[in-house]
C-alpha cells in the first residue's frame, strides 16, 4: 500500500500545500477575455476544474479517515479492502464523470465551430482564383526551397514575416505543402496558422485559443484525478492500450 497516504494530516502545512495544487479555487483557468457562448463555457470549465480539485481533497480526507482506523477497527487486509473501495467509488464519481463524458465534448464541439469558422474565412480571404495563383504557390514554395534548404526554422522565420505583412501566397506556400516536400512539420504548421489566425481573424482566434487552453487545463486535471485516486487508493494502473481500443470503440 502507498505510504504517501499514511504522511497526509489533512491540518498540515503539507495539507495547504496540497490544495495549493489541487484546490478548490479556479485559479488554474484564467478568467475569459472573450464573450458569448466561449466565454460561458470557459467558465463553466474553471467550476469543473475546482470542483475535481475538490474532489482530489474530498478523497484525501475520506482516506485519511480510513487510515485512522487502520490497526484498531479495521485490520490491514480490512483498511486495504475499505481504500480500494473508496478508490473505485471515487473514480466513478457521477459529478466527475459528467465533466469528462458530458462537459468536455460539448467544450470541444463549440472548439470544432470555431475552427470551421476560421477555416472558412481564411479559406475565403485568400482563395485560390485560378491556375496562375496555384502555379505561384509552386514556385515561391520553389524559390524558398533553394534558398534555405530544409530548415524548418528558417522557414518558420519565412511564415511569421508573411503573417506580419498579410502575405497569403507565401503563406500558403509553405503551410500547404504536400508533405513529401513540406518545409515545415505538423507542429510548426499548426503554430503558424495559430499566429496567421491570431493576427487575421482577432476574435475568432482569441476564442479558440483561450478554449483550447482551458479544455487542455481541464482535461489535465481530470487525468490528474484519476492518476492520484488510482495510486493512493492502491488500484491497479489503466492497461494504455486496453484504454486506446475503448476509447475508438
Known amino acids: 500500500m502507498p505510504e504517501t ?15 495549493a495544487a489541487f484546490g478548490n ?34 478523497f484525501r480526507g475520506s482516506a485519511q479517515q480510513v487510515l ?7 485490520t490491514d487486509e480490512g483498511y486495504r479492502r ?7 467509488r471515487s473514480l466513478d464519481d ?3 464523470a459528467s465533466v469528462r463524458e458530458k462537459f468536455i465534448p460539448n467544450a470541444k464541439m463549440r472548439l470544432d465551430t470555431l475552427d470551421r469558422k476560421i477555416a472558412d474565412e481564411f479559406a475565403a480571404s485568400g482563395t485560390l482564383n485560378d491556375a496562375a495563383d496555384r502555379i505561384a504557390l509552386w514556385e515561391i ?25 498579410g502575405d497569403s501566397l507565401t503563406f500558403r506556400a509553405l503551410t500547404e505543402a504536400p508533405r513529401s516536400i513540406a518545409l515545415l512539420n505538423e507542429e510548426q504548421i499548426d503554430a503558424a496558422r495559430e499566429l496567421w489566425f491570431s493576427n487575421q481573424n482577432g476574435e475568432a482566434a482569441r476564442e479558440r485559443s483561450e478554449l483550447r487552453r482551458a479544455i ?28 486506446s481500443v475503448e476509447d475508438a470503440a
Open 5 to 19: 497516504i499514511a504522511s497526509l494530516n489533512l491540518n498540515s502545512d503539507q495539507s495547504l500545500r496540497d490544495m
Open 216 to 243: 487542455a487545463t481541464l482535461e489535465s486535471r481530470l487525468n490528474q484525478y484519476e492518476e492520484i485516486v488510482t495510486a493512493e487508493a492502491g488500484l491497479p494502473a489503466a492497461d494504455p492500450l486496453r484504454q
Open 141 to 165: 514554395r520553389d524559390t524558398i526551397a533553394r534558398e534555405i534548404g530544409n530548415d524548418g526554422l528558417t522557414a518558420m522565420s519565412i511564415v511569421k514575416e508573411a503573417v506580419e505583412n
Open 94 to 96: 457521477p459529478a466527475v
Open 82 to 88: 475499505n481504500l480500494a473501495d473508496l478508490g473505485r
Open 68 to 74: 485512522e482506523q487502520r490497526g484498531t477497527t479495521l
Open 25 to 58: 479555487i479556479s485559479g488554474g483557468i484564467p478568467e475569459p477575455n472573450v464573450t458569448g457562448e466561449t466565454a460561458r463555457l470557459i467558465n463553466f470549465a474553471r467550476e469543473n476544474f475546482s470542483l475535481v480539485g475538490e474532489k482530489i481533497a474530498a
